[in-house]
């Protein structure tokens, strides 16, 4: 089956425009995670989407940032007004469950850079 | 808080030999589980093991081991027989199973592992 899926795989936009990551996990899979990945700071949680429930958000660096699941499938992350420290890589995972004991599936990640 | 440290920036193996990562969390969470990722430098990042926290005997899969020694809150991963296309980053990472974190994965700062013939 197919796994996670993420487009685009690289965005390149100017500083101050708004741009939107979108991620499609694996059928079935209930949970969704969104983390970055860059140089100085490693892997970052970003927010989290479980069936119904509402998000997790905490890892969200500042309000310019928000994201949205439809339907319990696709997500969008959007950036608002990007920033130069917004250039990483985007990841988007699934799971099956919330649950510890369920790995985490990865998509191939989005590559922002923000001139 | 939950933490995850991986002391090896880098680590050189030869092939054929067998190399460990080291991996120490910290969790006041009784249930957890632990997952080493690969990510080569194509930037995909590959599931490699787990180890739930209340598992008895430590996880096998394939070359891949997971050193699990709970009182020493260490998760380290066994590659044996290494080879070249092992070369990659490993992450060590933890998920614990209740309390508002749950569900998300806290990472290590990863170890670059490379492969000489």
């Known amino acids: 089956g197919a796994g996670v899926s993420q487009s685009p795989s690289n965005k390149v936009t100017e500083k101050g425009k708004d741009v939107e990551l979108r991620c499609d996990p694996i059928?079935?899979?209930?949970?969704l995670y969104w983390y970055r990945q860059s140089l100085g700071q490693g892997l970052e949680f970003l927010i989290y989407f479980q069936g119904n429930s509402a998000p997790d958000k905490s890892g969200l660096p500042s309000d310019r940032f928000s994201a949205e699941r439809t339907g319990g499938s696709v997500s969008t992350l959007t950036i608002q007004r990007t920033q130069q420290e917004d250039s990483a890589v985007y990841l988007c995972?699934?799971?099956?469950?919330?649950?510890?004991?369920?790995?985490?599936?990865f998509g191939p990640g989005t590559r922002l850079t923000v001139l | 808080a939950q933490k995850i440290t991986q002391t090896q920036p880098g680590m050189f193996v030869q092939e054929k030999e067998a190399v460990t990562l080291d991996c120490t969390y910290d969790t006041s969470d009784p249930s957890y589980g632990l997952f080493w990722y690969k990510q080569p430098s194509s930037g995909e990042m590959i599931f490699l093991i787990y180890?739930?926290?209340?598992?008895?005997q430590n996880a096998t899969e394939g070359r891949y081991s997971l050193n699990f020694q709970k009182a020493r809150k260490s998760a380290n991963l066994v590659i044996s027989a290494s080879q070249l296309g092992d070369s990659a980053m490993y992450f060590c990472?933890?998920?614990?199973?209740?309390?508002?974190?749950?569900?998300?994965?806290?990472f290590g700062r990863g170890t670059q592992l490379t492969v000489w013939p």
């Open positions: 059928s079935g899979h209930t949970a």
């Open positions: 995972a699934s799971s099956s469950t919330s649950g510890a004991h369920n790995e985490q599936f």
């Open positions: 180890q739930g926290s209340y598992d008895q």
């Open positions: 990472a933890m998920r614990v199973a209740r309390g508002s974190t749950l569900g998300r994965l806290y």
